[in-house]
């Protein structure tokens, strides 16, 4: 089952994940990832293991390479997974088992990585890096949000659609965008309109929220209207 996309969004260095399948709930075990660190996606027959065990190497400073080799010498459930990492500096590395169901694969450059398995064919996942390489002029989740659109295009899961889901880590551990559709019939559209509604006032919100370098946060209501006021306008500019 599914498809996703890993980035490190090169003018924020935010983390993002974006994942749909023909699965319920992908968003409960797929995605994975914190900022400053990086993220990962386990898909196929997924290992939760790997979302563990992977962002604790992440943590501790290994290359996604090198996190990749580890998880799957240690899994002897290895060609039935897939997996792919990128880690704090933009480096990825991905695994695609060989008892995965065709189509399946994966693409990874600096920055970004794809991967996906009972796919339509390759071009859902190439369908999917281009887009993302190419719109550099959207906000990173809107980047992300294109990118599987493009590979749904192209067939996306090749059994249907039931759910999928977007996390994006700014600055701090928690994430600042955690949406997650579980069962629809068009997941992508229902996690394009829950973005849409983020904008209503939950990111303003979240722009309020405790950090390391600001532990009260800003309990200023007017800013938090202000600020999504102006969240509102940028989504209205660009629909």
Request: glycine share 10%; net charge negative; aromatic share 6%.
């Amino acid at each position: 089952m599914t498809w996703s996309i890993i980035a490190k969004d090169s003018e924020t260095g935010s983390f993002g994940v974006a994942v749909t399948t023909k699965f319920f709930a992908v968003g409960a075990l797929c995605p994975h990832g914190t900022a400053k660190i990086g993220a990962l996606a386990t898909q196929a027959l997924v290992n939760p293991l790997y979302g563990i065990d992977g962002m604790r190497f992440l943590a501790e400073g290994r290359s996604a390479e090198e996190i990749v080799a580890v998880l799957i010498a240690q899994d002897p459930g290895r060609e039935s997974r897939q997996l792919h990492v990128i880690d704090r500096d933009g480096r990825t590395a991905a695994h695609t088992g060989r008892d995965c169901i065709d189509w399946c694969g994966h693409l990874t450059d600096k920055g970004v990585s794809v991967a996906g398995n009972m796919l339509a064919g390759p071009n859902v996942i190439e369908a999917t890096l281009e887009t993302y390489k190419r719109r550099i002029d959207l906000p990173f989740a809107d980047r992300l949000l294109a990118a599987l659109d493009a590979g749904q295009s192209e067939g996306g899961d090749k059994r249907g659609k039931q759910s999928a889901a977007l996390k994006v880590w700014r600055d701090e551990p928690y994430p600042m965008l955690d949406l997650r559709v579980d069962d629809h019939p068009e997941p992508l559209q229902e996690l394009r309109r829950l973005h849409g509604v983020a904008h209503e006032r939950f990111l303003a919100f979240m722009d309020a929220m405790a950090t390391r370098s600001n532990p009260g946060g800003v309990t200023d209501r007017s800013w938090i209207d202000q600020r999504a006021s102006e969240y509102q306008a940028r989504l209205a500019s660009r629909t």
